[in-house]
């Protein structure tokens, strides 16, 4: 058993290096060589954890193989695109101006209802508003929505707009983040201020953003250890 634990130790930051040699992505967001390669290195690392007999190296060996095989594949395909198409497909229209392509919905095996639950998740419950739906290489459906269907902007409206940046995290559970200081342009003084009248140290605060006009949103510890 503590041989097993062990050998869990050594194979896991081994996975979770490769895993994030293929960039941050969800399941759905991969693609289908990148899909392969994660099975492939999850099946490798089991056989010496469930088989102590096994050799550490049997499995961390073709692990590293993978992982090096999967950047070189990658940086190929990003510098050709014939075979970045052929790995890992291109971009199907399967809506346009309302009208279904039942051609492409039966290459990619598409049913009605998988059709309509993607544009659902995109806020298109009419296919009469729907402009333009694209099955993108990994599965997922962008849908582009009619003029009529699309809200207005500001700048259509002819509405004046202040731009005060996106609210940065200061504190998140009780810690200062330097990071969120920094994209706000704040010093400590400056937050000690912004944080005196509440009355509040900074270890009884959940949550503390602030944009670029200092408007704060704070969220106070339910339960402050």
């Known amino acids: 058993m503590l041989v097993s634990i062990l050998r869990m130790l050594v194979l896991y930051p081994i996975v979770i290096f490769g895993i994030r040699l293929m960039g941050k992505r969800q399941i759905g967001e991969l693609q289908p060589t990148e899909l392969v390669i994660t099975i492939l290195i999850s099946n490798i690392a089991t056989l010496p954890i469930e088989d102590p007999n096994l050799p550490l190296l049997i499995g961390i060996a073709p692990m590293l193989l993978l992982i090096a095989a999967e950047v070189l594949l990658s940086w190929c395909a990003l510098r050709h695109r014939g075979l970045r198409r052929m790995l890992s497909g291109s971009p ?34 009419d296919l009469s508003q729907v402009q333009l739906a694209i099955v993108e290489t990994n599965g997922k459906i962008s849908a582009y929505p009619c003029a009529d269907a699309r809200p207005p902007s500001c700048a259509e409206l002819c509405l004046p707009v202040r ?52 408007i704060v949103t704070l969220l106070k510890k339910e339960n402050p250890a």
């Open 163 to 214: 731009d005060d940046g996106p609210p940065e995290v200061l504190i998140a559970d009780g810690c200062i983040s330097t990071a969120g200081m920094q994209a706000a342009g704040m010093t400590r003084q400056q937050l000690d201020a912004l944080l005196r009248p509440t009355g509040l140290p900074p270890e009884q605060i959940y949550l503390l953003t602030a944009n670029g006009q200092r």
């Open 92 to 125: 199907q229209i399967i809506v346009r101006n309302g009208v279904i392509d039942q051609q492409v919905m039966q290459n990619l095996r598409f049913s009605i209802d998988d059709l309509m639950t993607a544009l659902r998740g995109c806020n298109l419950f």
